[in-house]
Structure formats: C-alpha cells, structure tokens
C-alpha cells in the first residue's frame, strides 16, 4: 500500500490519500482529541501530540499540526500510522458510534428558510453539491449548506478549510460569485 500526501492551501494541514474509500458517506471532523474518542484512528493521531485536527473524507484524510510543527517531522509518523490502520483493516470508528457518518452541519441552528424559497433553495444545494464541494474536497476540506435567509446563504467550512487563511477569499470571491450568478435571489454568502 502507498499513501499519497498533497498540499493544501492551508499551511498546517496536509491531504493523505490511501487510495480507497475512507469513509462511505458523508465526512466527520474531529477538531479536538476529545472529539477523536469516537476513531481509534482519530484518537491515535491526536496522540502523536502535534496534531489538532483530523478530518475524513470519501477518500482522504486531512490532518492539521500544531502551529510551529514542522510537517517533515511529523508527516513520516502519519503515514506509518495510516498505513498500519489501513493495512490492518482495523475499523475507522468505535462499535456502536452512532455519528460515524455524521455530515458537518446537520442538526445545527436554524435560519428560518421561508418555504417561498424552496425553489432557490434547491438550487443553491445543487451548486454546492455539483460544483463546490467536489472542488473544496480536492483542497482537503468540505462545505456544508446551513441556511438561507433574506439574500444570504450560510455554509460551514471543515477540514483543511476550516483554518485555511485563503477561506474567506474562497467565499466571498469564489462561491458568492457562482451563487450569484446562477442564482439572482443571492446576496451574500457568510461563513456560519
């Protein structure tokens, strides 16, 4: 087995590819080594010490250090973790762990969407899913749809996307320009 690494545009994370699925549906994020009790292979890579955030992909994990961590230090001692997890066959998440397909974003707050707006609703979700996600997925990350009120859609960032310095950028010049051109109703796109 060979696991391939890139670059992400955030500085302190990096983008590991087994190649194969890592997980079937849907991303989970874990952003502290509380979080990471529910992923022996989470949890193990919180307790390298040096990382503070891991999230899983259909086919990557995204892995970020510690600020000051140096990645050629830390990055042979991920690798070998990750090639003994998937060579193993050791299971990705604790038994019984009823979030191990958890998607960022569901079950969070509410933006009151007015059902007059089911329509542009759709639409938007559409874009993201077609257009957006696929593109933040190969940065490491993904972005999630929460909400659209009065203008405004609210999308979450996770993974390599969540703390990546370029993130407003890439939604205000990149995904509020698309929305805005496909979908006239949108006037902004906010981080929620």
Avoid at 29 to 47: K, V, Y
Avoid at 64 to 77: H, I
Wanted: with cysteine; hydrophobic share 45%; aromatic share 8%.
């Amino acid at each position: 087995m060979f696991i391939e690494t890139e670059t992400t545009p955030n500085p302190a994370t990096l983008k590991f590819l087994p190649g194969q699925q890592v997980m079937a549906a849907g991303t989970r994020e874990f952003a502290s080594p509380e979080d990471a009790a529910a992923s022996p292979l989470a949890e193990a890579l919180f307790d390298l010490g040096e990382v503070t955030a891991v999230f899983l992909g259909r086919d990557f994990i995204s892995v970020t250090a510690a600020p000051g961590v140096s990645w050629a230090a830390l990055k042979p001692q991920v690798v070998a973790m990750l090639l003994d997890h998937f060579v193993s066959g050791a299971p990705l998440f604790t038994p019984g762990d009823a979030s191990a397909i958890a998607v960022p974003g569901e079950a969070e707050e509410d933006f009151g969407e007015d059902p007059a707006d089911a329509d542009i609703v759709a639409q938007i979700r559409e874009l993201i899913e077609t257009r957006v996600r696929p593109a933040v997925a190969n940065d490491g990350g993904d972005i999630v749809y929460r909400g659209f009120r009065e203008g405004v859609v609210y999308l979450s960032m996770h993974g390599a996307c969540s703390g990546c310095p370029s993130s407003t950028a890439t939604l205000k010049n990149g995904i509020e320009s698309l929305l805005k051109h496909y979908v006239p109703e949108v006037t902004e796109v906010r981080a929620a």
